[in-house]
């Protein structure tokens, strides 16, 4: 056990790639590299044979990117906006990239481990940033290459789309008005009949009813019938 350790002390004391990450992640984070160093090797043994593996990788790749951005956001220096908006970048890639490759390369025991160890090279602070070295060796060039053709077919797929919508639009238009006009063409002899009952009615006048003057009208009072006087 203690050879072990010192093996893993002076692993930890070695110029290499992984003690420069594990030395910028503990001036950044303030934990000692020893302690990451045993938090990455427990996380590649849980995304090998650990339960959500999927799960686990993607809160990698998405939840500590988005705070940093967030931060980045708020801080008043731009150089921290632009690494982050590459990893974005690069991170949309990967995903579309992996969309079309996740149904074969999830079968391999060791996918969810390499997935996970891109997206930390990807977001890894320093000079070894992976977002930027992609960006820059990789995506960039292609972009300048052939981003003028790029722009040309969104600008006509967009006026494409535009049209089918006007047209879409157009039919719509016209379908509603052959509906309306046939609803029309239903309704109108009900209106009609409709009309003539109107009509009808209209022409019989209500019988004229005699109201009595007011003169002539008897008081309740006055027209009983006075009693018989008896003799």
Known sequence: MDSLRQRFERFLEQKNVATEVLGALEARTGVEKRYLAVAVTLLS????????????????GFAYPAYASVKAIESPSKEDDTVWLTYWVVYALFGLVEFFS?????WFPFY?????????????????????????????????????ALDTAASQLSG??????????RDA?????????????LLRPRIKVLQVLARGRALVTPAATVETPA?????????????????
């Not at 996740?102 to 999830?106: A, E, G, P, Q, S």
């Not at 997935?115 to 300048?144: D, E, Q, S």
């Not at 509603?176 to 609803?183: C, F």
């Open 173 to 185: 238009l016209a379908g509603l008005e052959l509906i309306e006009i046939h609803l029309l063409s």
């Open 102 to 106: 996740d149904l074969l390369l999830f």
């Open 160 to 169: 494409r789309a535009l049209d089918i919508a006007a047209g879409i639009t």
């Open 215 to 231: 003169a002539l009208e008897l008081d309740p009072k006055t027209s009983q019938t006075p009693p018989l006087k008896s003799k």
């Open 45 to 60: 043994l849980y995304l090998l044979f650990g339960y959500g593996a999927s799960l686990l990788c993607n809160v990698i």
């Open 112 to 148: 969810y481990a390499g997935k996970c160890a891109f997206l930390l090279f990807c977001m890894t602070p320093g000079p070894w940033n992976g977002a930027l070295i992609l960006y820059h060796r990789v995506i960039r060039p292609l972009f300048l290459k052939h981003h003028v």
